[in-house]
């Protein structure tokens, strides 16, 4: 079954840097573009990157340009958000996602979330 595993999340000081990762299984990763989502309390749920199968595009929503960096490793089947400059309008809790396509179907496919604290 795809599995879809973040780590990295935590608290750290506006300014500072965090790594997340997402390690994926049960489908063929580098087949499928990867996206980081994220979620602060009493908001919804937002794209906050997204990058292409083979890595070579990436995009990100206005608020994080030139702050985050996603990234992906198709041997490993992990797809990083690496974020600079943090602020404290960052904290939510951070997801991974995968749309897969089975047959003529697709599904959604989320991990259990990471929390990132930014305090200011």
């Known amino acids: 079954q795809v599995q879809l595993v973040e780590s990295g999340g935590g608290l750290v000081q506006s300014g500072g840097s965090l790594r997340l990762s997402c390690a994926a299984s049960?489908?063929?990763?580098?087949?499928?573009?990867m996206n980081w989502y994220r979620q602060a309390p009493g908001k919804k749920r937002e794209l906050v990157a997204t990058?292409?199968?083979?890595?070579?595009?990436?995009h990100y929503v206005d608020s994080v340009k030139g702050r985050f960096t996603i990234s992906r490793d198709n041997v490993k089947n992990t797809v990083d958000l690496q974020m600079n400059s943090l602020k404290p309008e960052d904290t939510a809790v951070y997801y991974c996602?995968?749309?897969?396509?089975w047959g003529l179907g697709v599904m959604d496919y989320w991990g259990k979330g990471t929390l990132v604290t930014v305090s200011s």
């Open positions: 996602h995968a749309e897969v396509r």
């Open positions: 049960g489908f063929i990763f580098s087949s499928y573009a």
């Open positions: 990058i292409a199968s083979t890595g070579g595009s990436t």
